[in-house]
C-alpha cells in the first residue's frame, strides 16, 4: 500500500486491534491480493528507534505470510514498547490478534 487513500479507507473502515507493542488494523476484501503496510512516528522516537520498529514488524509479517489469508490489508502502527520487547511475545501477540480477527470473519459470514 502507497496511497493516502489507501491508508484513510482502511483507518475508516477496518477492525482496529490495540495491544501493547502495536496497532494493528486489519480488513478482509473481495480481490485476493495481500497488502500490508508498517507505520511506526515520530512519537516512537528518533530515526534509529522508527527504523528499529519498522524492521521488527516487516518481520512479524514475513514470518507470518502463511497464516495471513488472500484478500487480508494489513496497517501495523508501532508503540513505543516495540523496541525493547522480546521478539518472540511480539511474534505470539501479532497471531493472536489475527487468529481474533480470522475468528470474528468466520461468525460474521456464518451468522
Known sequence: MNKHGEFIY???KSHKYVCNFFVIFLKKDKDLKKRVAVVASKKIGNA???NKAKRRMREILRLSKEFILPGTSIILVARK???NSN????LDTF????????TY?????NS
Not at 521478539?87 to 511480539?90: E, T
Open 10 to 12: 482502511l483507518y475508516n
Open 48 to 50: 534509529i528507534d522508527r
Open 81 to 83: 514498547p516495540i523496541i
Open 87 to 90: 521478539f518472540q511475545m511480539l
Open 95 to 102: 497471531h493472536k490478534l489475527l487468529y481474533k480477527f480470522y
Open 105 to 109: 470473519e468466520d461468525s460474521k459470514q
